[in-house]
């Protein structure tokens, strides 16, 4: 449990950076998702798989600001975007095997 809290306090103590970082590479890689979907390219559910990583971790920064009481405007946007961005994923993944799209890891 000590790992957890040093963890949050870490997201909390360079907010700035965390979200410089995290915010385009959020934006980006789920652009880069549905781009490959539109293409009907096979890397789909990998590209997905790693927004969604970027996603969950935006979600965990903004949760590390919620469970400490800051519930500002930012928060609300932060908590929005990396929620779209976990839903057009996984909707991403969903579509390309209804779809039958070929994936690159099978």
Do not use: E
């Not at 950076?17 to 009907?40: A, D, E, G, H, M």
């Not at 590390?64 to 990396?82: N, Q």
């Not at 929620?83 to 969903?94: D, I, K, P």
């Amino acid at each position: 449990m000590d790992h957890l809290h040093h963890l949050l306090a870490f997201s909390r103590d360079y907010c700035a950076t965390v979200c410089t970082f995290l915010i385009p590479l959020c934006i980006l890689s789920t652009s880069q998702t549905l781009w490959l979907l539109y293409r009907q390219h096979p890397w789909v559910v990998p590209a997905a798989g790693g927004a969604m990583l970027l996603a969950l971790t935006l979600l965990g920064h903004v949760l590390s600001w919620i469970v400490i009481g800051v519930v500002m405007g930012p928060t609300y946007f932060l908590f929005g975007l990396g929620g779209t961005a976990l839903f057009l994923n996984t909707w991403a993944v969903w579509w390309s095997r209804k779809h039958s799209i070929p994936n690159a890891i099978s």
